[in-house]
């Protein structure tokens, strides 16, 4: 599962990449899915989606406010974060159009995949403010899936489990982009 952030800004060639690196992971650690949402770094996605997808190995589920179900397990995933700058899958923070995006996931799902952390919980930026959002929060609380996977906020890297459900902040990167964090596995 990658949460996204595949790129700087879209570039065609590190989808390409990205995909061939997946592919050779999943051969050779014998995984037998890849499941991934764009984030707001992968503006290409968002304007251009059918081409951006190209790029990737059909092997590769990506998941754009879709679900899909993989061994008896549903995984869910959207890329929306609230606003921030001008990058993808903007939403404005706490509003009618941000609630309506996480009505979408499925009462059953079992994995839920977002770009951006729940308001609280591994949401802190290097300023110790909150930055998650409040309207996935209320959505996860009520849904409780058994792992909620997420990145967006770099400083919020790690795992925490709040009333049955596995939260994981699987950021790569460091504050300051460094891919220093080691991939989290969780078991379903």
């Not at 879209?10 to 592919?23: F, I, K, P, T």
């Not at 209320?138 to 009333?163: D, F, L, M, R, S």
Request: proline residues 6%; glycine residues 8%.
């Amino acid at each position: 599962v990658h949460s996204g952030d595949f790129t700087g800004q879209g570039e065609l060639r590190h989808y390409r990449s990205l995909s061939n690196w997946l592919v050779q992971q999943a051969d050779t650690k014998g995984f037998q899915h890849i499941v991934i949402v764009p984030g707001n770094h992968d503006l290409t996605f968002e304007s251009m989606e059918d081409m951006a997808r190209s790029c990737f190995d059909p092997a590769i589920t990506i998941l754009i406010g879709q679900e899909v179900t993989l061994d008896g397990v549903k995984f869910y995933g959207a890329p929306h974060t609230p606003e921030f700058y001008s990058w993808a899958f903007n939403v404005e923070r706490d509003s009618d159009k941000m609630r309506a995006v996480w009505d979408k996931i499925p009462t059953d799902t079992d994995v839920l995949i977002t770009h951006g952390p729940p308001f609280g919980i591994l949401d802190r930026n290097s300023d110790n403010f909150p930055c998650g959002c409040k309207a996935l929060s209320k959505a996860v609380h009520t849904i409780q899936p058994k792992v909620h996977v997420y990145g967006h906020i770099h400083e919020g890297y790690g795992t925490t489990v709040v009333n049955g459900t596995t939260f994981v902040n699987a950021s790569t990167c460091d504050g300051n982009y460094r891919p220093i964090n080691k991939p989290i596995v969780v078991d379903v």
